[in-house]
């Protein structure tokens, strides 16, 4: 299978946390940026986040894009940076708020479809609560949902992909777990909507990904987009792909290919001290070498294994995978 | 709003787990354990696991709920205790697994109706897996429903109540949270499928119970029993309901209220080294106290602090509630 | 017992995340910020962290300190904030950083003396590592301990309180558990070291903070200062203390009583989308209620409760507690 | 470096859980559990738990060894699975309960001594608490060191190993992790007291298991046991050593390695439902495999990059270990 990787373009920047407001001196211009993303030999395209600097400087990033010949995997709208949409996006109790977040959505279609893109992510981080009698689930997440149609018929014929993630930065999400948001795309009857898995969010929300890669399909929901990164498992530490994890990797590459799924793998990761590119370079690296024990396993082997329900043949199996 | 307790039968009796294989040195019969149960003030129900003893012993069941005018909350079938459903019970690969499973499911639906009970409920302990590449997720899920089918249509007019819980017995179960059961309801298309809510499995599958059942509802998924205990969040300790958590089981109560549900409330707990007596009536103690706390409050107030989407009035209508 | 609530200042302001980089337009001088706990009724005292803006305003400080009356509780030095501590502080592999580290301490140390403020705390947040293989951690642990010796010996009659987390912004932080800072404590043999305990960092590392404080007293370890907060158990979540957790308060509380602890609680949270001096107010609302629960219990029945060894009894008093 | 394994004598037996009272029909005696044992090619030695049935047929124990050829690595008392612990053993407040915890003790010391073992292992799992206001932890912790001091007496020439975990059975263990363990053997200062360090427990502790080794050695804690299995992070799953985690058992393997760690590697998991002594051949063959590329790494190289301090060097590094 061709192995395709992508890597979301701030990632090669600079980052920040609660405590400290940039790890690094150096900060870098939308065009350094894909510079520094061109010269890792295992990257072919990019993931654009919409925040308020890629939203004034789009003939910056057109331009980027004809000088370094990348590809534009997915558009994903910004609804969580502008402080406008601290109590939710989609799901704000206020009107104004919603009409703001529904205009960037636009907007951000409107830039994918110019670049040529079928893809539009939505994360909706700010979308859920903190404290227990602080919201109307029912209310919010109904909000929530009628926007999406309004995105939805905008665009009938472009991917609309929604990223789940348990908490962070609120204390509980909307849009949580694989079937959490599949059972909203499912109610809503929206044909345009479907995931953008986060491994790391996966992970850490107690899901096996390659399980619920698995549940994806047997439903019918849509895998829009992948977004990798690796984590300790109880928190996004939103590391180096491949340096904490490695069985639960290969599980997941498995079901990933016995599903169909032939898009990019897009690395999403936040390497507070590392040289954030050469953190990118090691995910890819990474990466690509743990799809090639895939590549080089025998699938009928796999899938008989499968049907032995035997802890034993499991464990031999994985074995074989990795001593390869 | 009316206050309804039951309990398991057999959570007044003895405890054992992987280490030590009974906790007291007394076992008791049905018939002392219903008489147990009878001498718990606030109990007026309970509810029956079909473990072979129950199965083996019917005319004992039907004379002590006759001797002690307990009613009969649900009935379930028990799939976890017997070997032969250790690699699954509906989900196994083996067709003779899960024809003794369907069989015994029919006969423990058969005694509900003979009990007048209209409950029907599922735990199914065994179906999931323990190792990756263990088991072909999409085809054991398949047979899970298959046999829930075969359920349905055998009795269309009883509740048939799937109790999801994250993990163990197995380290990974096939039923395992609200809306992944939920999502496998919709799916099958069938009518008399709902949920059982183990709080305890809720709470420690990192989900929001409160929110957890606002989500049931707003997908008109229905609500068919409740089992109620505690624990610190990480496993399910089983503990004394209201030993632990205060504030959560309020709006869990709250929700449960402002949707609808009108059930028993049914205790559910392994008090491995107290006297499990005592344990269920601290439970019953505990949850009529918390209960009383949402009766005095104003509901109003309640839906109204909902819409301020406030960590602040948040606080400080929990602050009131409990204060009272 | 008295009930004395403090502040770190920072703490009515504005925050940010790793997102958005100020989730409230406004921002507060130092003046205001005194101002706004001033203002608060049950805050009496304030605890410094000594980031930049206070450094350079030693004067805006002590002439606030003056204006409001509020009394100074401790002085933190800062060492998370500026990005040269990103790889550690005192246990930074390189000497200028540590140089740095120890310099800026005993600046913070000379300043709280200054204000006749006897405890200069320490949270190492950066001191720890994020991967596996990239750190040795004998050697860093032993260059932190190093540092502490200095500061010990600068200031032979000041306490120099650690604090303690788990993780974060780290992966994995060295100053990481109360047992594992008392063993450090122990060892290095330094009279004036003590520990500051953040209530919310001892829950969501999986002690019980009531056992950690008994653990603490038991082996004569000091308990100089406690930060105080809330969060779901599984992340420094930095809630309004008391809109959580209820119980586990209770029997925090008591163990600090039994243990002769009478110093300060000080208020540490981090209201993101709050009114932050609000929920201040709210902390200490909740703080002065429970703390009310168990000034009208009975301490020898607790103590005897304590000696059955018995669930239901546990349970049972805590009802009684709670039901006042 | 040599690799010597072993394994607890019932591993390769029988298990149950809670649930379900066996899950193989087929129980083995104590002979043919050291015939399955034999028949593992890298196996060469036992550990013993001291259960009321090995307790019962010394001579059989006796026989098997000389039989097998098997060498014994440590002999562990049990205080488990007898009822009577259930409140405790050494930490119980019953002193009669005590008397009888220390006469076991003392009784598996001698049986540890004649068969020429010179490791007695406790694992005390019942002691600890389960609920708030259930114990009074310094009374408890006290008896429990109490206790330790008598047998530290009984035979000052034999290891004594406490194996710490942080819950299960209790919901709380005094011995539960790392460094309270070690500040609890420092403060008793008994000289023959150590560490039996389950790589399971110590990992879904939240410890880093490598980190946990180095601190022990630059304490001066002696390591006198390893226990071997695997788990998903967030409970004793007691798996095959190997089947889930890769990268973590490396970095533990070096910092054995280079801390001087020279003993047995003892397999202590509960394949419930595996054929268990495959379970057991599987973790020796994955075990063998993660210490080989141990052997072929530059252990040079490793310490250097542990002076970079780069999470990118660590990557690299992680992905040479493991490509080999």
């Known amino acids: 299978m061709e192995r395709k990787y992508s890597v979301f373009t701030d990632h090669v920047g600079t980052f920040c946390d609660r405590y400290c407001n940039a790890y690094s001196e150096k900060s870098y211009t939308i065009s350094e940026k894909f510079d520094r993303i061109k ?43 502008d402080r406008i949409f601290r109590q939710g996006s989609f799901s704000s109790l206020d009107f104004a708020v919603r009409k703001r977040a529904v205009e960037d959505a636009k907007k951000a279609m409107d ?84 995931i953008a898995m986060d491994y790391g969010h996966s992970f850490f929300s107690g899901e096996n990904p390659a399980e619920a890669v698995a549940i994806l399909s047997m439903y019918g929901g849509k895998l829009m987009a992948i977004h990798m990164n690796d984590n300790y498992g109880s928190w996004d530490d939103d590391m180096i792909a491949g340096s904490v994890n490695t069985l639960p990797y290969l599980e997941f ?12 793998i897009t690395f999403d990761q936040f390497p507070y001290r590392e040289e954030s590119r050469d953190a990118v370079n090691e995910s890819a690296l990474w990466f690509d070498y743990l799809e090639s024990l895939i590549d080089n396993a025998d699938m009928d082997e796999i899938a008989e294994t499968l049907t032995k329900k035997d802890g034993v043949s499991a464990s031999r199996l994985m074995r074989k995978l990795i001593m390869k």
Do not use: H
């Open 39 to 81: 010269s890792i030999p295992l990257i072919s395209a990019v993931d654009l986040n919409m925040t308020k600097d890629y939203a004034d400087n789009k003939d910056e990033v057109k331009e980027s894009l004809k000088r370094t010949g990348l590809k534009v995997n997915s558009v994903m709208m910004d609804s969580t940076a």
């Open 253 to 264: 590459i498995y079901w990933l290919r016995r599903t169909g799924y032939n898009g990019y």
């Open 111 to 194: 830039f994918a479809e110019e670049l040529g893109c079928s893809t539009f992510a939505v994360w909706p981080g700010q979308d859920g609560y903190d404290y227990m009698f602080e919201a109307d689930y029912i209310k919010e997440r109904t909000l929530f949902v009628d926007c999406l149609k309004e995105l939805s018929a905008y665009k009938p014929n472009m991917n609309i992909a929604l990223e789940y993630k348990p908490k962070e930065p609120r204390n509980k999400s909307y849009i949580d777990t694989m079937t959490g948001t599949l059972l909203m795309i499912e109610k809503s009857g929206l044909d345009n909507l479907g």
